[in-house]
């Protein structure tokens, strides 16, 4: 079973930072935070991961709490194009599992 | 990190028939590769952890004589749909990594291969 909870669905205004929630109460302390979103019909799309401190790349930011039982991913300036299912995975030791995600729809 | 693709993209087959998808780890090795089955408005369901030279170790309820997993190198990874029914059909995709995840690898996938039964 997914090891993570995220809200089923939100949206979010072109241009404006889409923050995604994701809550990992359980997580242990060796395992990492991973974010990936798909697009329909394509492979998962790797964004950004981290273990416990904020991480930032050139698609995103990862803020993790200081307990580390959740955790938020920020858009900065969402698109049309970030209209996806996003999913928040907590891997441990070659298991990979998938939630239900958030479908984040951005709009004009 | 590896870059993963799948072959074929999409494959329509016969009822009864066997199918097999492709996937490779185009610049890294990948010692554990993960095949993963998703229905459509579903979530991906993990299938079965490939182990390159090892048995793959399956999902509960998933039948390993029907989904045949071989990993026989670190950059190749195949499953076989056996004997595959109109149910079989769905979106299969597969991921790659090196290492573990205890060791904050990026783990990447790849484009999925839709599989249609007729």
């Known amino acids: 079973d997914a090891k993570t909870t995220q809200p089923p669905s939100m949206d979010c205004a072109e241009g404006r930072a889409a923050n995604l929630p994701c809550n990992h109460s359980t997580i242990s302390g060796n395992e990492y935070v991973y974010w990936y979103r798909q697009i329909h019909s394509q492979g998962p799309q790797y964004i950004i991961h981290?273990?416990?401190n904020n991480e930032t790349n050139e698609m995103a930011s990862l803020i993790i709490t200081e307990d580390r039982k959740s955790s938020t991913l920020i858009l900065p300036h969402a698109t049309l194009r970030d209209t996806a299912v996003y999913y928040c995975i907590v891997a441990n030791n070659n298991d990979m599992r998938f939630g239900a995600g958030t479908r984040l729809t951005v709009k004009p | 990190g590896a870059v993963v693709s799948q072959h074929p993209s999409w494959v329509i087959c016969k009822s009864g028939t066997s199918v097999k998808i492709e996937c490779r780890s185009l610049d890294s090795q990948a010692t554990t590769m993960f095949w993963y089955r998703q229905f459509p408005k579903q979530s991906l369901m993990l299938m079965a952890t490939?182990?390159?030279?090892?048995?793959?170790?399956?999902e509960q309820g998933v039948e390993k004589d029907k989904f045949l997993i071989n990993h026989a190198s670190l950059t190749l990874s195949t499953l076989t749909v056996t004997s595959a029914h109109p149910e079989d059909s769905s979106f299969y995709i597969c991921?790659?990594?090196?290492?573990?995840?205890?060791?904050?690898?990026?783990?990447?996938f790849g484009e999925g291969s839709w599989l249609t039964v007729v």
């Open positions: 490939s182990n390159e030279g090892s048995k793959a170790t399956y």
């Open positions: 981290g273990l416990k």
């Open positions: 991921s790659a990594q090196q290492g573990s995840f205890s060791s904050g690898n990026t783990i990447y």
